[in-house]
């Protein structure tokens, strides 16, 4: 006889691994006993040796769908002859060190339940187990027991109390276990908080079927719904909500419906079937059947599946629904239910509410895939809070994040808890959610930070709160930060080269970067290209007014003369839009910038695609999707060697206008405009390499969210001995900044 003390890492809380450890004890005649610690699980078991094999290696390769396991450790106990195998109840408080799962998606042994006429959960849209459900929506405390939960005015009702108890169970200790007689339930209500009579789900998919806009309360917040084939509903959803072409996701209800809408690739499909259920970017097929106002004018389509019981109950098979999230423009995702019905009445016809309260709301999370791999857009429900795993240990940090597309960090030990989700600053709403959401987080993860990194810009509300904090705080310039966060994913340490392209990242000179080659470490970096400094006519006004770049661009190429130059883009151009030049040309209002996100709008304005945006990012949206499927050509440009070494694409605009002035479709010259950036960044990265013998190459920044650009950089770097480096599990864009203000942070204070 023999007997091992063993304790398992990671997540491993609220997933049904002490069951499973229960299980395994009884198939290998173990004794002993499991219980939560701080860290993860702890066990002892004890029995011949054989037997105790066979646990071990079944306890790393049965591991339960949801559990990720970090370290197993085994050590010899010495023997206590126990009768039995008991599961022991967690010391309260112990588990504050414990991870927090994210949100599941219904598993399959739900689903069969939620389908079958004689379960006692048939059709109950609470159906859960340990398998799947809510998790991260419903906590707000640790240890993840029931009375933390939003589930905690529920009392089980007898038998739903003896699955919980009983360890064989797939509802032992599941904390959000309900049923009809004891759980929440799902209320239809008109405008006025009228209650609808008749089966909720029934009259839902009615209302939906006539054109109707209903918000639905599920996971993480509120969706708006509507029938994505109906043309008159789209349209209203969008008047509504404020949305003018923005697109809209869509849920869809198989994956047959999904076939037929979009390619779906192997990569793809394990992506929208997974437990996390994000949306997943894919490209559209010519079938006619989506309402033309889902995805105006784009070639591609965010799908999901449904993730939620009340979702496969609404639709069946073929039914495609727009589900976007329950906001006005700009507004964070309605997920308490006064406030829903405040803020979604002027959007909502009616209400499919519940009365299980979300502790914290959690946006759909946007993935695409990019070289077979899944490439994060937004990353929120179903990922967050799992840590990102670092490859060293930090003091605990607290990273505000950027401006837009906000996420913020916390760090403790080897994990580093990226937040969910917050969105764009500037909004009230957001900001005091924003707040809320650290403090939270503070708390979830039991951590103190003992410093503050924030991005250099001093107008960002990040930047402010962080100066309040009254915490030691270090300024983290925004696009060092963005290649340490591609850095932290890989675990890499030592100089690269950098390339961060993105919208707008204050310098170290006061200028506004965004066409960045840097050699970086994560102590430090160096800034050794950039692309040619252009003022940006306006300020912010040229960031939702494309033309002003290009205006500046013709002006600079033709001087007087362009007006006479036939193309389109001058005759869109405003009447007074020489004013604006001459005060760019004083310098007023018009700081000074090296973004390529600007360059992508000279590029869009100037070939007639886009003069006024809408949405963050719309017109190199656009410009990339013209691109799609046509190749360009190459178009001159200047790289002038030193340090800095400066990209001038000046001349590939004066091209691009030839072009146009003969004729050339957008099509055409977005594509080479495309071709020409990527080869130019390929060209300074081997002149950058070439001088400093660095083989490393990191891509971050909201640019390469466009795929088509990062994909001819790969092709045209194939051959050349360099390693590549891109996001996978935090986005590009500024969603993914506070893990490489973090990191960066936590080398300062001294980690190992
Ligand atoms: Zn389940
Ligand atoms: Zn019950
Ligand atoms: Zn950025």
Request: aromatic content about 8%.
């Amino acid at each position: 006889m023999k007997r091992l003390g063993i304790t398992v890492s990671g997540i491993v809380q609220g997933v049904g691994f002490r069951p499973f450890v229960y299980n395994l004890a009884h198939r290998y005649n173990l004794s002993g006993w499991v219980l939560n610690n701080s860290s993860g699980v702890e066990m002892e078991v004890e029995g011949y040796q054989a037997g105790l094999d066979g646990f071990v290696l079944a306890l790393r390769q049965e591991v339960p769908p949801l559990a990720v396991i970090g370290e197993i450790s085994l050590t010899s106990r010495p023997v206590m002859k126990d009768s039995q195998f008991v599961i022991r109840y967690s010391v309260s408080g112990a588990a504050k060190a414990a991870l927090v799962s994210p949100d599941v998606a219904i598993c399959p042994d739900c689903r069969q339940e939620l389908g079958n006429g004689t379960d006692r959960r048939y059709q109950y849209p609470f159906i859960n187990c340990t398998n799947c459900g809510p998790r991260y929506s419903i906590i707000q405390d640790v240890p993840y027991d029931r009375a933390n939960t939003t589930m905690a005015g529920f009392i089980m009702c007898e038998a739903c109390q003896q699955e919980y108890d009983k360890p064989t169970d797939r509802r032992f200790h599941a904390q959000p276990n309900a049923c009809p007689v004891c759980g929440p339930a799902y209320h239809l209500l008109d405008r006025q908080g009228n209650v609808l009579c008749g089966d909720v789900v029934t009259e839902t998919r009615r209302l939906v079927s006539e054109g109707k806009i209903v918000a639905v309360k599920g996971i993480g917040g509120y969706h708006l719904a509507c029938d994505a084939c109906n043309e008159r509903a789209v349209q209203v959803l969008r008047q509504r909500k404020i949305r003018e072409d923005k697109p809209f996701a869509v849920m869809a209800g198989s994956l047959e419906t999904v076939r037929m809408l979009c390619e779906l690739s192997p990569a793809e499909e394990q992506l929208l079937t997974g437990p996390a259920r994000p949306i997943v970017l894919l490209n559209k097929k010519q079938t006619g059947q989506l309402a033309s106002g889902v995805a105006p004018g784009n070639p591609q389509l965010g799908v999901m599946l449904p993730y939620a019981p009340v979702h496969w109950l609404l639709l069946t098979g073929q039914d495609i629904w727009v589900m976007t999230s329950g906001n006005t423009s700009d507004e964070p995702i309605a997920y308490d239910d006064a406030d829903a019905f405040e803020r979604l009445a002027a959007i909502a016809d009616y209400f499919l509410v519940h009365n299980r309260p979300i502790a914290n709301r959690a946006d759909d999370s946007v993935v695409r895939v990019f070289q077979n791999e899944s490439y994060m857009l937004r990353r929120s429900r179903g990922y967050v809070p799992s840590p990102l795993e670092l490859h060293w240990n930090l003091p605990p940090v607290l990273a505000m994040g950027g401006e837009l597309k906000n996420t913020f960090c916390l760090t403790r030990g080897k994990q580093a808890f990226l937040g969910p989700h917050i969105g764009d600053l500037e909004n009230m709403a957001t900001f005091a959610y924003y707040k809320q959401a650290i403090n939270h987080f503070k708390q979830l993860f039991a951590v103190e930070p003992q410093l503050v990194a924030y991005d250099l810009h001093p107008e960002y509300l990040s930047t402010k709160y962080a100066q309040q904090l009254s915490l030691p705080t270090v300024g983290i310039q925004h696009h060092h930060a963005h290649v340490a966060a591609v850095m932290a994913e890989y675990g890499l340490n030592e100089p690269v080269i950098g390339v961060a392209f993105d919208g707008t990242g204050y310098g170290t000179d006061g200028n506004l970067w965004g066409g960045e080659f840097l050699v970086a470490d994560l102590e430090g970096f160096s800034r050794l290209g950039h692309c040619q400094y252009i003022p940006l006519p306006g300020g912010a006004k040229a960031i939702t007014e494309p033309w002003r770049m290009a205006a500046w661009m013709l002006q600079e190429l033709y001087g007087k003369q362009t007006a006479e130059l036939g193309i389109a883009c001058t005759e869109q151009l405003p009447v007074n839009w020489q004013l604006a030049m001459q005060a760019a040309a004083k310098g007023l209002n018009s700081p000074f910038t090296s973004s390529v996100g600007r360059l992508f709008d000279t590029a869009a304005a100037l070939i007639g695609l886009r003069q006024t945006i809408h949405y963050e990012g719309q017109a190199a949206i656009e410009l990339e999707l013209a691109a799609a499927g046509i190749s360009g050509e190459l178009l001159p440009y200047h790289l002038s060697s030193g340090t800095p070494a400066i990209l001038d694409f000046t001349p590939a605009f004066a091209a691009m206008v030839q072009s146009l002035r003969h004729g050339a479709s957008s099509g055409y010259l977005a594509a080479c405009f495309h071709l020409t950036l990527a080869d130019a960044a390929v060209s300074m990265v081997r002149y950058i390499s070439q001088q400093t013998a660095i083989r490393k190459i990191v891509f971050s920044g909201g640019v390469f969210q466009n795929t088509t650009l990062l994909s001819q950089i790969f092709r045209m770097l194939e051959k050349d001995p360099f390693l590549l480096y891109v996001h996978r599990h935090v986005p590009a864009n500024d969603g993914g900044l506070a893990l490489g203000q973090a990191v960066i942070a936590g080398k300062k204070l001294g980690c190992c």
